[in-house]
């Protein structure tokens, strides 16, 4: 992340950055406010990222203890949110490749059973089995919507989560995941069309979503 | 977007994100508007990635668990207090290692000690609190160190309560860190997490609460005897346990000296009640011992209760006539005699030396008239073990059949009958007996010359023939009602 005079003016603005100065001169108590108002947004961003709620929390003490480790090297050039997420993002990287590699092993030791398949084929074979368009429950619908998340690259993904949970511009999100906001939107873009393809079920015309769902 | 294609160039998911995401610049998206105005299908598209975008909304986002601020805070501490000691590294090398080169000449093991004893220590508080960390729940259950002493002075909890599992934990002294540090690098990963959920729980009391834990640990470190306190708290955390919800909140309420002294009153009604219930290895113990002092006994009685005694064929059912004759309360021609009449202190010590050894020790805490009742409480139970539980006849003879025949047919009420006729044949026969048993407190053949029991007023008359057997579902289907 480059830090200019005018990148760290921006990031001035935001009171969080201001705490996180206080965590580089030693205040404890800045850290801790800072864990709080941050925890539930990043446990819930990397639960969806990797889709286990233990390696979550696990990964965001990780995240907090880097963010701390790193308090002496700080310098304002993002919002706050902006660099918690970019640790994020690394540390959700590294944890997410290294369970891949140990799928590879467990999956090369398995004997060739049933193909399980990704989490895009286990939502197209159940997209179109719900075809046509049925009344849904909740909760079937959420579990969809998670299948459908996970259906996408974890790129896509973090962009997605960062996006729409985060609410951070294509500027930001290109900060936190080291891409250009032009790879950004791409990378959106690929992401809403994939999702839309696998919800499609419930896309039907006349469905608002969030609405006719509701208990 | 440029002008010249505005309105013919066909719009990539990739614009139509964009817009939705407000990352389009503001006259692409006017002119994106204008086309939407007349276009249905590129609506179409632009709904159907809002309505996936809006699907997102469904996805739970739980807060992080409970303690995860406390638990990140801590280990952020833990990572300073290592990264202190990193920073202090190259000092305390050189430090280290001149010392060991010095001890090493002298003593190479005493010079290993003498440096771990100086290195700084990231887990401090967690080793200095591991000891209390391991036996919260026991240490909360105790005031302080009075009311500990007070019950180690009135003598409870001294040894394992028979009925009690002995709690594990030792006692780790204050002075050893080192011995807690071992025991927790000895732990396995669930004892590990374990250890993690106490100190959560510790973490989760108020101050003063925590201060009074440390409190105790210290008062019992400083105490004359320790391990036997400890060991006391611990015995008396398992008992208070098992303990009915209500007398633990009773006791919960009194004062420490009364406490004590309802403790106190409590284990010996427990003793009571658990001397007083036969178990199958004491059952087994009293059934050897009997035979043994059978003939002996016999031979105390009066005469006419001897020669009916002596009537019977083995001396199985010997042993039961005498049985049921020391515990009935009936009486029939005035001769009585006790177990303790006919048996003398040393055949009762032989008994209590060959008990298992909680019940020895619950039967020494008794004098010998107490003693005595209790044996005389275990007869009937060995007797029900014996007799009625075990054998498809037991103390019947052939000739008692008839009489049982009686007794079902005119003794049992509605309810028992339809009971009894519900069960596999065998177990009815059995419970037949047990309740024969239970009311005329011995098979008819003890009793000559009395007749079997008689219709109750009430109950209803004869339902079958009295000469024919009382039958279970497995051989004959009962009589119409």
Request: charged content about 30%.
């Amino acid at each position: 992340m480059v830090v200019t005079e005018s990148s760290t003016r921006r990031a001035l603005r935001d009171p969080d950055v201001h705490l996180m100065l206080e965590v580089r001169e030693g205040s404890a108590v800045a850290f801790e406010q800072l864990v709080a108002r941050y925890q539930d947004r990043l446990v819930a961003v990397l639960d969806h990222l990797v889709g286990d709620r233990d390696q979550a929390e696990d990964l965001a003490q990780e995240v907090f203890l880097r963010v701390y480790r790193s308090r002496q090297r700080y310098q304002p050039g993002a919002k706050f949110a902006t660099w918690l997420f970019t640790i994020a993002n690394n540390a959700a990287l590294n944890a997410l490749r290294s369970r891949a590699r140990r799928r590879e092993v467990n999956l090369a030791a398995r004997d060739s059973g049933a193909f399980r398949g990704s989490p895009l084929d286990r939502m197209l074979q159940a997209s179109s089995s719900q075809m046509p368009a049925r009344q849904f429950d909740k909760a079937e619908l959420r579990a969809n919507v998670r299948l459908a998340l996970e259906s996408l690259s974890e790129r896509q993904r973090m962009a997605v989560l960062l996006c729409k949970f985060e609410g951070m511009s294509y500027t930001d999100i290109a900060q936190a995941m080291d891409l250009t906001p032009k790879a950004v939107k791409s990378l959106l873009a690929r992401a809403r069309a994939n999702l839309r393809e696998v919800l499609a079920p419930y896309l039907e015309e006349g469905h608002r979503p969030g609405t006719e769902y509701d208990e | 977007m440029s002008d010249h294609h505005a309105n013919t160039e066909p719009l990539s998911d990739e614009q139509l994100v964009a817009y939705l995401d407000g990352e389009m610049p503001s006259a692409d998206a006017r002119r994106l508007e204008a086309r939407l105005a007349d276009d249905g299908g590129l609506r179409s598209r632009l709904n159907a990635l809002d309505r996936t975008w809006q699907l997102l909304d469904q996805l739970e986002t739980d807060a992080a668990g409970r303690g995860f601020t406390r638990t990140t805070l801590e280990m952020v501490a833990a990572a300073e207090e290592a990264e202190r000691s990193f920073t202090a590294a190259p000092r305390r090398r050189v430090r280290r290692a001149a010392l060991a080169a010095a001890l090493l000449l002298a003593a190479g093991m005493a010079g290993f000690l003498a440096v771990a004893a100086v290195r700084p220590d990231p887990n401090r508080r967690l080793l200095e609190d591991f000891p209390i960390l391991e036996n919260l729940e026991r240490y909360r259950a105790v005031d302080g160190i009075d009311f500990l002493t007070a019950l180690h002075r009135a003598g409870l909890f001294q040894e394992e309560l028979p009925a009690v599992e002995e709690p594990p934990g030792e006692w780790v002294p204050v002075a050893s860190p080192d011995a807690a540090r071992e025991r927790i690098a000895a732990m396995d990963r669930a004892k590990k997490e374990q250890l993690r959920r106490w100190r959560e729980q510790f973490a989760a009391l108020d101050a003063d609460e925590q201060a009074r834990l440390r409190r105790l640990y210290h008062d019992l470190a400083a105490a004359r005897e320790p391990e036997t306190l400890h060991a006391v708290a611990l015995r008396y955390y398992e008992w208070l346990k098992a303990l009915p919800p209500i007398a633990r909140a009773e006791l919960v309420e009194l004062s420490p000296a009364e406490r004590v002294e309802r403790i106190e009153n409590l284990l010996a009604r427990q003793s009571r009640d658990r001397i007083r219930r036969l178990g199958a290895e004491e059952a087994q113990v009293l059934g050897a011992w009997l035979s043994e002092v059978t003939d002996q006994m016999i031979e105390a009685l009066p005469e006419s209760a001897q020669a009916r005694i002596r009537q019977e064929a083995d001396s199985q059912r010997r042993r039961g006539a005498l049985l049921m004759f020391l515990q009935s309360s009936r009486s029939s021609d005035g001769v009585r005699r006790s177990i303790d009449q006919v048996l003398g202190e040393g055949d009762l010590a032989e008994l209590r030396a060959r008990l298992p050894e909680s019940t020895r020790l619950d039967l020494e805490r008794h004098a010998i008239p107490e003693q005595w009742r209790i044996v005389k409480g275990w007869i009937p139970q060995l007797v029900r073990h014996r007799f009625v539980r075990r054998g498809p006849r037991g103390l019947f003879s052939e000739t008692d059949e008839r009489t049982l025949v009686e007794f079902f047919e005119h003794e049992l009420d509605d309810a028992e009958f339809d009971r009894l006729l519900a069960l596999p044949a065998e177990e009815m026969q059995r419970e037949l007996r047990r309740l024969y048993l239970q009311r005329s407190k011995g098979p008819p053949s003890w009793r000559p010359g009395t007749p079997g029991p008689r219709p109750r007023p009430g109950l209803r008359p004869s339902r079958r023939p009295p000469q024919e057997p009382p039958s279970g579902p497995g051989r004959s289907p009962p009589a119409p009602r």
